[in-house]
C-alpha cells in the first residue's frame, strides 16, 4: 500500500490551494475528522496508511480566539496535542504551519531562532503549538504571512500593520517543493509591506485605517530566513 500524506484544515485557504497541486493528500472534512477528536485521527491514520501529516487545522482569526479562549484551547492547542501524540504512536512524519504572531511584533525582522513572545492569546496558543511538536523526533515547524489571491473581505486595511507577505497559492507550491532541511522554517515574501499596501493589490478602493491604541494586533510580522534563500514576490504575476 502506498503510504500517504494527511492533511488538516484541508479546507481552508492554504489547504484548497494544496489540493490543487497535490491532489493525491487525504484533505477530509471535518465531519470526516475532527482532530479535536482523536479517534477521529487515529481513525483516519490506521485506514489510509499514513505515513505524514501537515497541519494545517487551527482557529486564526486574533479576535475569535480572544473573545472564545476555550474554543482558542480545544482547537490550537489541545488539537495540535491530539496530532502530535498520533504521530509519536504511529512514528509519523509531522509538518505544522504556525504564524509570525508567535512573535510580539515589536522587534523586526523574526528568524527561525527568535524567541517566541506572543502579544495575544491566538500567538499564545500557536507557540505552545510549536512546543508540543518539538517534543517529536521528525517534524518541521512553518511560519509565514499569507492571504489568498482574491478581493480584499473587509472595507479597510491597517496602514500600521506589516508583514513579509505571500499568496496561498504560491506557499502551497513552495511547501512541497522546498527539501526542509531545519526544524523551524520561514516561508517569506521579498518586500516588507502594509496590509493596505497588500490589500491594494488586489482591491485599489480599500480604505486605509490605523490599529487602536492599545490593540492586541501584532504589529510587524515580518520574517527573514536564515535558512531559505527564496524569497517570493507578490506583484501578481503567475508563476
Known sequence: MIERTL????????????????????????????????????????????????????????????????????????????????????????????TPCVFDGESAPYFENSIPSPKNYYGKTKAIGEQ?????????????????????????????????YIYAHDLAWWLLMLKLQHPVNHICGSKRMSMYELAKITTPEVKPITTEKGSILTRDMTLGSLYISEKIKIDGVKR
Open 7 to 98: 492533511v488538516t484544515g484541508g479546507h481552508g485557504r492554504l489547504g484548497k490551494e494544496m489540493q490543487k497541486i497535490a491532489p493525491d493528500f487525504l484533505y477530509p472534512t471535518h465531519e470526516q475528522m475532527d482532530f479535536t477528536k482523536i479517534t477521529t485521527v487515529e481513525r483516519m491514520v490506521q485506514r489510509n496508511d499514513v505515513a505524514k501529516i501537515i497541519h494545517l487545522g487551527a482557529l486564526t482569526s486574533v479576535t475569535k480566539c480572544e473573545e472564545d479562549r476555550k474554543l482558542a484551547w480545544k482547537v490550537n492547542v489541545e488539537g495540535t496535542k491530539n496530532i502530535v501524540k498520533i504521530c509519536r504512536e504511529y512514528n509519523l512524519t509531522l509538518w505544522y504551519m504556525s
Open 132 to 164: 508540543l511538536v518539538q517534543s517529536l523526533d521528525d517534524y518541521k515547524i512553518i511560519r509565514s504571512n499569507f492571504v489568498p489571491k482574491e478581493k480584499w473581505p473587509f472595507e479597510g486595511a491597517y496602514t500600521d500593520r506589516f508583514g513579509t
